[in-house]
């Protein structure tokens, strides 16, 4: 069994700082597809970054530029550096982890989708970006 623990989250002002980090306990014998979701009160889950199997990084539209998503392989352990943070970016972020090959894409509104189902989610922990 596969257990996420967030950490990181905070309030900031517009323009802020913050870096979260998730850290992976349990069957981690190979490298996973790791990655963030965020949901915002009344709006649907979304995908932020994601970090495949292979490597290979994919944001989601409305963070490019801003956030960096990056992992430590020996600490077990995924980030997301979030700069430039804006009122918008207001929301509760997930960590999840998969041990399948996501295949991230995006929808037509630009927003970060996966072809499946992560399987396994953190609790979450909320940022707020005040203006």
């Known amino acids: 069994q596969v257990q996420l623990v967030e950490s990181g989250g905070g309030s900031v002002q517009s323009g802020g700082s913050l870096r979260l980090s998730c850290a992976v306990f349990?069957?981690?014998?190979?490298?996973?597809?790791m990655g963030w979701f965020r949901q915002a009160p009344g709006k649907e889950r979304e995908g932020v970054a994601i970090?495949?199997?292979?490597?290979?990084?994919t944001y989601a539209d409305s963070v490019k530029g801003r956030f960096t998503i990056s992992r430590n392989n020996a600490k077990n352990t995924l980030y997301l550096q979030m700069n430039s943070l804006k009122p918008e970016d207001t929301a509760m972020y997930y960590c999840?982890?998969?041990?399948?090959?996501?295949?991230?894409?995006?929808?037509?509104?630009?927003?970060?989708?996966?072809?499946?189902?992560?399987?396994?989610w953190g609790q979450g922990t909320q940022v707020t970006v005040s203006s």
């Open positions: 999840v982890v998969d041990f399948r090959w996501m295949g991230p894409y995006y929808n037509e509104h630009g927003g970060l989708m996966t072809r499946y189902e992560y399987n396994y």
């Open positions: 349990g069957n981690t014998y190979s490298t996973p597809s």
């Open positions: 970090i495949d199997i292979d490597g290979t990084t």
